[in-house]
């Protein structure tokens, strides 16, 4: 009874928070600030038998070799879970600890969390889910499961050190310098052949792995890749990342792509044909708060879909800032995973 208390008082105070005087993970006096970009994560490599470590140790695996655990070809047919042969550091880099990367340190910390795409507060365990519905192509995992239990376990480990609430600096992704036009697919495809092909293939579909099911470089669209519902649909999700991270071994201080080549090769990406999810029409049901580059409706502010796709953003979010300053509705139209200082660029 006091554990369904709490969860209706957060869903309560953080859609009161969400609506009218913001979000989450607003920063507040005396709040610790943790900058992932000069922090050691906990080496896997010592960690001990005892039963929360030997979950820690299979959720790294299932982290780092997901087709081979629970994609659809493993070996156990009771554990094709995913949908797709990917694996999850394919997007959260080395094992979920490189920063701007959507590094998984210190998210432990950060739930319960208000969640716009749900309209409301989401458990960890519900933010997994997510991963595995969308950019797993899968399905839920039971709460019960060992999976799940492995998955947040791990997450819990990785997150070692790491103050409960804290901000964290290289959370998520960096966002680019936006230009202030629609995204050129046909010049993004110029720059996927030239800086893009050689890993991920000429038409998308990444290279397997020398051994097991799953991919040395993963596809980006196609019938293997991530659906339509996963986070990295988003023309300036997947520019931010690919800036921030691509070609494989370039960090955050060092990008290789330009704003604007980031722009049109994301452009280029989110126009391909991907697995499609569905009830997508369900998420954000605050229509405000999707964000502006979401690539499916229903929308708040009447531009259509193409617009969303590719841009221009800037009419866009300037009339869902109007709109929401006529409805004090908080957090607006913006990406759900920046980092906290991303919007200082």
Known sequence: MVGAMKHIWLVVAALSAGLLFGGNQTPHAG??????????????????DDPFSKLV????????????????????????????NLACQNCHLRAGTQPYAMPLTGVWGQFPQYRAREGMVD???ERINGCMQRSMNGRALSLESREMRAFSSYMRWLSTGVPDGAKLLGAGTLQIKEPARSADPDRGAQIYAQVCAACHGAHGSGQRAQKGLGYQFPPLWGPDSFNNGAGMSRLLTLAAYAQHNMPLGTTFDVPVLTDEQAYDVAGYIVSQDRPKKANLDEDFPIRLQKPIDTP????????????????????IRAKVKELAAESRTAHAGEADNGSPEGADR
């Open 31 to 48: 709040q610790i600030t943790i900058d992932l970009s000069q922090w050691t994560p906990p080496d896997i490599g010592v960690v001990g």
């Open 57 to 84: 140790k299979y959720g790294h695996k299932l982290f780092t070799d997901t087709a081979n655990e629970v994609g659809p070809s493993a070996p156990d047919p009771t554990k094709r879970l995913a949908g797709n």
């Open 123 to 125: 458990t960890l365990e």
């Open 296 to 315: 499916y409706g229903p929308y708040a502010d009447g531009f259509p879909i193409e617009q969303h796709l590719l841009g221009p953003f800037g009419p």
